[in-house]
């Protein structure tokens, strides 16, 4: 038998039970629709953290913080000064240090009001690091200041992206600090005035200029929240060669006799996207067993059309159909099944993830990562040709896994049996 | 379709050429619960081609049992049977359903599957032959035509009479120009004037184009269609009269 007779043979038995095959066919559609959105999504929020990491970090940059990434080990009491990057700087392909202030405080601008991060730094320091990023779009970035200029992230001037300013370069803009003095309540506040907007960088980062962070210079935060720890320590080397990112790295930590951490950033990507591909396994391998399911959905089915069909596969065999040409036509009515079924979920999959990434997934996650507002966060979903032709193939295989014991049992049937079959 | 030209020959003649079917000390037992029940006990048979056989018998006689052991449906507890010369159970399973290719089968209860229409149904065996759609729809028609159902083409079992139906199955067994036909109880479960008609059809196919014919009945005046009859009773022949 021809392999197209055996299918269009398949098709037309398909055809005939209209909605027990459409539900097998919706059981695979929903397993491969759950994988094919779980991986796009995946795919894009990957994508974004890579954008935003090269963004926020160049490869010759490391980060120096006593907070500690890894969430392991215990915090450490040790504190960094400000003018510590002195001392750094003196180390061998050290270009520039520069220390960073950071609190949550209160910002005032317009009519508006936002908890944000506000980052003391020193400005001539920071735009040699970020070059790409701390750079103004309104405005201009001044190189000699007093102390009320500020220079806002573009998240702030248009938190919405809808057209809606809460203020431009000239306006003031109110800080507010709140802390505990013993028993007391301290708030403390200053008007400053905008120098600068920063152009639209996206999303998050670690150390470098983020759209939601409100800049003032380092002289000005030290005063004003009263310390002179730094958070975190930027240095900028003159090389990207990884031997002596690391040896440089391992200097400054003994310089400080390990009571800090030096963050390498391409690691921190390399193990941010390590844990993104776990978790992106790990949905996928749930995924699959919805597949699973469906595959034994599949087998079911197969089994009862058998059972209905059987004096049809004596018929068949009185014809001189072989038994391979039997196994064929139900393995084939199985393998529709999973095309048509891994087609649909495709379609649905695709869609899930367009309209999740549309409406907010990625400002769910942006939100639920940082604690405040950090602006808009699109997640593009990412489907390849190899993901399609994957999951098509993982839906064939289930079926016919799961639609091979039924088609053997089929063929297997001794014609006399099947032809007196009631 | 090929017409052969109508020779007559007698039984002698035929006698001597090699038999199509020869069944030789066939029996066939089989257990019906624990019980296990003789169906076929010797039976000794030689059927030479352009026969047209009629094998009467009660129910329970055996009569399905020889027809389903003919054609190579089932397997002889004991005994040979040989078509064209070849023992048959010497094959293996796809042999054999090579061999059944090469016979055309005509059940009681019409065996058609139900979402074929009656073109699809005569397609159908050509089809498992690998025969292409073309050929496959230019013969259907032509058998539907033969078989009297020009304007039936495209029905499907449901919306045909019971006489149609094996009209439709007899051009199904036709397709692939058997060597013979094996009829159980064709004419079961029609009316008996249709039941004439088609018997007039299943005795010109005999007659004009020289296909051999082995019919079960339990119908006397079905029976007197065939050239020979063949009586069987607890699994034996026990008598045989030739027009």
């Known amino acids: 038998m021809k392999v197209v007779d055996i299918l269009s043979f398949g098709f037309n038995a398909i055809k005939r039970k209209k909605v027990r095959n459409i539900l097998a066919i919706m059981g695979v559609a929903i397993g491969i629709a759950a994988i094919i959105s779980l991986s796009a999504l995946g795919g894009g929020f990957q994508d974004m953290v890579d954008i935003q990491f090269q963004q926020g970090f160049s490869s010759d940059t490391l980060l120096i913080t006593t907070r500690g990434i890894d969430f392991f080990l215990p915090e450490s009491d040790f504190d960094m000064y400000i003018n510590d990057t002195d001392l750094i700087e003196e180390i061998e392909h050290v270009e520039v240090a520069a220390a960073q202030i950071q609190r949550a405080g209160l910002v005032e601008i317009g009519n508006y009001s936002f908890q944000l991060n506000v980052l003391g730094i020193d400005y001539e320091k920071y735009a040699e690091i970020y070059p790409d990023t701390f750079a103004a779009e309104n405005g201009s970035i001044p190189t000699v200041f007093d102390n009320e200029t500020v220079v806002i992230g573009s998240g702030i001037y248009n938190p919405w992206d809808n057209g809606t300013i809460t203020g431009f370069v000239g306006d003031n803009l109110n800080i507010t600090y709140v802390t505990r003095n013993g028993t007391l309540i301290e708030v403390k506040s200053y008007n400053a005035t905008i120098d600068a907007i920063l152009g639209t960088i996206g999303g998050i980062s670690i150390g470098g200029p983020t759209d939601s962070a409100v800049f003032i210079p380092l002289e000005q935060a030290e005063e004003f929240f009263e310390t002179s720890i730094a958070d975190i320590i930027l240095v900028q080397l003159d090389t990207d060669d990884e031997e002596i990112i690391k040896q440089v790295a391992r200097e400054i930590e003994l310089l400080f006799s390990d009571q800090i951490q030096v963050v390498i950033p391409t690691a921190l990507l390399a193990s941010i996207s390590a844990i993104i591909s776990a978790i992106e396994l790990f949905m996928a391998a749930v995924a699959m067993i919805s597949l699973v399911v469906a595959g034994v959905g599949i087998m079911n089915i197969m089994l009862t059309t058998i059972l209905e069909r059987t004096r049809e596969i004596g018929i068949l065999k009185s014809l001189g159909m072989k038994n391979r040409a039997v196994l064929a036509i139900f393995l084939a009515e199985s393998l529709i099944i999973g095309f048509l079924g891994s087609l649909t979920g495709i379609a649905l999959g695709w869609t899930l993830a367009v309209a999740l990434g549309e409406f907010g997934i990625g400002d769910f996650i942006a939100q639920s990562l940082s604690g405040t507002f950090v602006g808009q966060m699109t997640i593009t979903p990412v489907i390849s040709s190899s993901l399609i032709l994957t999951s098509v193939l993982f839906a064939m295989s289930v079926s016919a896994i799961f639609g091979l014991y039924p088609a053997w049992r089929a063929s297997r049937l001794k014609p006399v049996d099947a032809l007196r079959y009631e | ?243």
């Open chain 2, 1 to 243: 379709m090929i017409i052969i030209s109508q020779t007559e020959t007698t039984q002698e003649d035929t006698q001597q050429e090699t038999p199509l079917i020869e069944l030789i000390g066939l029996e066939k037992q089989y257990m019906l619960g624990n019980v296990p029940v003789n169906a076929l006990c010797g039976v000794n048979l030689s059927v030479a081609p352009g026969e047209f056989i009629a094998i009467l018998g009660p129910s329970g006689s055996g009569k399905s049992t020889l027809l389903n052991l003919i054609g190579a449906l089932d397997k002889p507890s004991k005994g040979t049977v040989k078509i064209e010369g070849v023992d048959i159970s010497t094959l293996n399973e796809s042999q054999l359903a090579g061999i059944r290719q090469r016979i055309g089968f005509v059940f009681q209860f019409f065996n058609l599957i139900p979402r074929l229409n009656a073109r699809e149904s005569v397609e159908l065996p050509l089809a498992i032959q690998g025969i292409s759609r073309d050929e496959r729809r230019r013969t259907a028609e032509q058998l539907l035509e033969i078989v009297g159902l020009k304007d039936r083409i495209e029905h499907k079992p449901s919306e045909l009479s019971g006489g149609e139906r094996q009209r439709v199955a007899i051009a199904r067994a036709l397709a692939n120009e058997p060597t013979f036909l094996l009829l159980d109880e064709p004419t079961g479960n029609i009316d008996s004037k249709t039941a004439k008609e088609l018997m007039r059809l299943i005795a010109e196919l005999n007659e004009k184009n020289n296909i051999t014919m082995i019919m079960i009945t339990h119908d006397r005046t079905i029976a007197k269609f065939a050239k020979r009859q063949i009586h069987l009773l607890d699994g034996k022949i026990v008598k045989e009269v030739s027009k």
